[in-house]
């Protein structure tokens, strides 16, 4: 607590430097600060937010050690903005967490679109509360097709979250699930609700397998491995038949925590996938380091690359399968949307693929007749 308050003390003294003689600086608790100044002009507000945030480049000196910190700014106007003290710090607050979200040292305006995507990130957390808790959340499965028998070798379940006001993409309700913590339940409700519905597939029997898609916050957790075996021991799924797919960005940042995850996972029997290899900044040294069965290379890769100008792009597809293979890891195409792409992929070796020309997302109804009629 003592370092603590030294660096509140030093953090205010630095401000003070930046303030005009009419400027209000307070602490208002914790580690956050009020400045109250009369500048109106947004501009102003600008040069005064530069100026703060330039208080924090050099580090502070504590008991001799250098210490550095970020700042994050929210700023707003009165009486545009708030047309009173609750009203102001509520909004700036919302400003503040959005500059958070840009990174470290950033300042962002209260703005009315703003205050839009505040309360839609809202109501789409509390439509995932309520779908988690009343179980009105969906999967959805897309077909995995082995391109030497162009029969179904597995299938991926993809979360969908209906709501009375219709569907929320996911594309804009997992991130909410990431950042309120939802995660860690919607991950475990799709695991087993996955797992059971698989079962009941008509060619369960003949191996087919299944993918699931986890988060960082699915692996951090210090349960992650006894809940995966709850679920596993739950439905009776066998984990060889489990393929459970990681995110290129999140091997990269997280690979000397996750290693040792993942490697638990394979001991168990479990298959690991890294997927939309080729989106991050991963270079072919984690496809070396890290414990995995499978790679998917990302549809931005394929999605053009059957034209004539997409050289570069089959050039590297054709790269990342040949040093795959030398690795012993299977791969998987996704976004594959037309014969030609197709027939690319054949002529380079690729094991599996995935996308809208053989299946878009189906429902478990749909699934099952797919299975029936087509294989």
């Given at each position: 607590?003592?370092?603590?308050?030294?660096?509140?003390?030093?953090?205010?003294?630095?401000?003070?430097?930046?303030?005009?003689?009419?400027?209000?600086?307070?602490?208002?608790?914790?580690?956050?600060?009020?400045?109250?100044?009369?500048?109106?002009?947004?501009?102003?507000?600008?040069?005064?937010?530069?100026?703060?945030?330039?208080?924090?480049?050099?580090?502070?000196?504590?008991?001799?050690?250098?210490?550095?910190?970020?700042?994050?700014?929210?700023?707003?106007?009165?009486?545009?903005?708030?047309?009173?003290?609750?009203?102001?710090?509520?909004?700036?607050?919302l400003a503040m967490y959005s500059?958070?979200?840009?990174?470290?040292?950033?300042?962002?305006?209260?703005?009315?679109?703003?205050?839009?995507?505040?309360?839609?990130?809202?109501?789409?957390?509390?439509?995932?509360?309520?779908?988690?808790?009343?179980?009105?959340?969906?999967?959805?499965?897309?077909?995995?097709?082995?391109?030497?028998?162009?029969?179904?070798?597995?299938?991926?379940?993809?979360?969908?979250?209906?709501?009375?006001?219709?569907?929320?993409?996911?594309?804009?309700?997992?991130?909410?699930?990431?950042?309120?913590?939802?995660?860690?339940?919607?991950?475990?409700?799709?695991?087993?609700?996955?797992?059971?519905?698989?079962?009941?597939?008509?060619?369960?029997?003949?191996?087919?397998?299944?993918?699931?898609?986890?988060?960082?916050?699915?692996?951090?957790?210090?349960?992650?491995?006894?809940?995966?075996?709850?679920?596993?021991?739950?439905?009776?799924?066998?984990?060889?038949?489990?393929?459970?797919?990681?995110?290129?960005?999140?091997?990269?940042?997280?690979f000397d925590y996750i290693i040792?995850?993942l490697q638990e996972l394979r001991?168990?029997?479990?298959?690991?996938?890294?997927?939309?290899?080729?989106?991050?900044?991963?270079?072919?040294?984690?496809?070396?380091?890290?414990?995995?069965?499978?790679?998917?290379?990302?549809?931005?890769?394929?999605?053009?690359?059957?034209?004539?100008?997409?050289?570069?792009?089959?050039?590297?597809?054709?790269?990342?399968?040949?040093?795959?293979?030398?690795?012993?890891?299977?791969?998987?195409?996704?976004?594959?949307?037309?014969?030609?792409?197709?027939?690319?992929?054949?002529?380079?070796?690729?094991?599996?693929?995935?996308?809208?020309?053989?299946?878009?997302?189906?429902?478990?109804?749909?699934?099952?007749?797919?299975?029936?009629?087509?294989?």
């Amino acid at each position: 607590h003592m370092i603590g308050d030294l660096l509140l003390s030093e953090v205010a003294s630095r401000l003070h430097y930046v303030l005009g003689e009419k400027d209000v600086l307070a602490r208002l608790g914790g580690d956050e600060f009020v400045l109250l100044t009369k500048n109106h002009r947004q501009d102003d507000m600008s040069q005064l937010a530069t100026s703060v945030l330039s208080c924090f480049q050099a580090p502070f000196m504590l008991e001799g050690h250098e210490v550095y910190i970020s700042a994050s700014l929210g700023l707003c106007s009165y009486p545009q903005d708030g047309q009173d003290v609750e009203t102001l710090l509520k909004n700036s607050d919302l400003a503040m967490y959005s500059a958070k979200e840009q990174g470290r040292n950033a300042a962002c305006f209260f703005t009315d679109e703003l205050r839009a995507k505040i309360n839609r990130r809202m109501k789409v957390e509390f439509a995932l509360q309520k779908a988690i808790r009343d179980e009105e959340l969906d999967v959805a499965l897309q077909p995995i097709i082995d391109l030497k028998t162009k029969r179904y070798s597995g299938i991926e379940a993809l979360v969908r979250c209906m709501t009375e006001d219709g569907p929320i993409s996911p594309s804009e309700f997992i991130p909410v699930a990431e950042e309120s913590g939802l995660i860690i339940k919607l991950g475990d409700w799709v695991l087993e609700k996955s797992c059971r519905l698989f079962k009941t597939l008509p060619n369960y029997q003949e191996g087919l397998k299944l993918s699931v898609n986890l988060s960082i916050q699915q692996l951090m957790q210090k349960r992650f491995i006894l809940s995966v075996r709850s679920i596993l021991k739950r439905t009776g799924f066998p984990p060889n038949r489990l393929i459970l797919e990681i995110t290129e960005s999140i091997a990269v940042r997280h690979f000397d925590y996750i290693i040792a995850t993942l490697q638990e996972l394979r001991n168990m029997g479990v298959l690991i996938a890294l997927d939309d290899f080729g989106t991050g900044y991963s270079s072919l040294y984690y496809l070396k380091q890290l414990p995995l069965d499978i790679v998917k290379i990302d549809r931005n890769f394929i999605r053009e690359f059957h034209y004539d100008h997409a050289q570069p792009e089959r050039t590297i597809v054709k790269s990342v399968i040949e040093i795959a293979h030398s690795l012993n890891l299977a791969v998987v195409a996704e976004g594959v949307e037309t014969v030609e792409q197709e027939s690319l992929l054949q002529s380079m070796s690729c094991d599996y693929v995935q996308g809208f020309y053989y299946a878009k997302p189906l429902s478990v109804g749909e699934l099952k007749e797919k299975l029936i009629t087509d294989f």
